[in-house]
């Protein structure tokens, strides 16, 4: 394992050592699961070989309207030939 160091925004630290001791893991270990859950949402992927297509954001599924339905324009871009 590999040590190194990190530095946090007070607010951002404060609500780590927070959730740390909700669910009675060290920091570190919080630290760990928050890399793991950030590599496991940005894979390791070769771009695909078809054509191109019009780029999307994963927001992880944690926005409050889906875009596509906000904007109509948002279909109209992503379907056109």
Known sequence: MI???????TPLYEQLKEISKRHDW??????????EHF???FPDETPPAGPWTFPTLDCG???KVD????????????NRP
């Open 67 to 78: 875009p596509a339905k906000a904007k109509p324009e948002v279909g109209a871009i992503t």
């Open 61 to 63: 599924g944690d926005y």
């Open 26 to 35: 060290s920091l570190a270990e919080v630290m760990r699961k928050a890399a």
């Open 3 to 9: 040590k190194t160091q990190v530095q946090f925004p």
């Open 39 to 41: 590599v496991a949402r």
